[in-house]
């Protein structure tokens, strides 16, 4: 399991660094996924988190890096750690240390958390 979780990991890894976490969201969700953000937010499921990465990329004027700096697996858990750097539309810049914890059943994530630094 270990190892199927480490080749999924690199696939959205690789999206992730293109700026493509709705895609990266709607590949690797479990439909009943959750997700607890640094700021108190939940989602309840695949669709709810789609449409909040949708409102959230929505709201990115230009992207001026994405940084994956690690990943590992331990059994059914993963974690990445990204710097993220956007400019927003309303003139603010977002630049944040983000660790993301998965938890994986059957290939797709059922639970993720975020924390930032």
């Known amino acids: 399991m270990q190892q199927q979780i480490e080749e999924l990991l690199e696939d959205k890894v690789e999206l992730m660094k293109q700026g493509q976490v ?3 969201a ?3 969700f479990a439909d009943d996924a959750e997700t607890f953000d640094f700021t ?3 989602t309840k499921s695949k669709a709810e988190m789609i449409e909040k990465m949708k409102g959230f990329t929505g709201m990115i004027k230009s992207v001026n890096g994405i940084t994956h700096h690690g990943s ?3 059994g059914d858990t993963s974690f990445l750690e990204f710097t993220f750097d956007f400019d927003m539309t309303d003139g603010s810049r977002v630049l944040w240390h983000e660790v993301i914890r998965s938890v994986w059943k059957d290939g797709k994530i059922v639970s993720e958390q ?3 630094n």
């Open 22 to 24: 709705v895609e990266a």
């Open 26 to 28: 709607d590949r690797f």
């Open 40 to 42: 108190g937010s939940v």
């Open 72 to 74: 590992a697996v331990n």
């Open 114 to 116: 975020y924390f930032k």
